[in-house]
């Protein structure tokens, strides 16, 4: 079982920037692709940004695209998604998930293996 534990998450202006982490304490985080997503109350957890192991290839969900950024530290076990131009609608409950699958970028939940808790960021108007 891989511990994935996010932090960042907070309350922010719309317009306003937050950098999440999600930080894992496995050596093996270097091996899996890994993905952010969103649930906002009462939606479906929806995709953001993904990253492969090797951090040579990423993609965004059309919402965050140009606005967020994900990156990886693979020497601190740990994954960024740096979040800017926030708006209310960016409101969500955040996560982080590990695909053991390390060279596949996903956008489906169920092709992720281990999820973080979540992290809540919310966006006032």
């Known amino acids: 079982q891989v511990q994935l534990t996010e932090s960042g998450g907070g309350l922010v202006q719309a317009g306003g920037s937050l950098r999440l982490s999600c930080a894992a304490p496995?050596?093996?985080?270097?091996?899996?692709?890994m993905g952010w997503f969103r649930q906002a109350p009462g939606k479906e957890r929806a995709f953001v940004a993904a990253?492969?192991?090797?951090?040579?290839?990423?993609a965004y969900a059309n919402p965050v695209k140009d606005r967020f950024t994900i990156s990886r530290d693979n020497a601190k076990n740990t994954v960024y998604l740096q979040m800017n131009s926030l708006n209310p609608e960016d409101t969500a409950v955040y996560y982080c998930?590990?695909?053991?699958?390390?060279?596949?970028?996903?956008?489906?939940?169920?092709?992720?293996?281990?999820w973080g808790q979540g992290t809540q960021v919310t966006v006032s108007s």
């Open positions: 998930a590990a695909n053991i699958r390390g060279a596949v970028l996903s956008g489906a939940p169920e092709h992720y293996n281990y």
């Open positions: 496995e050596r093996t985080f270097s091996d899996y692709a």
């Open positions: 990253i492969t192991w090797s951090a040579t290839r990423t």
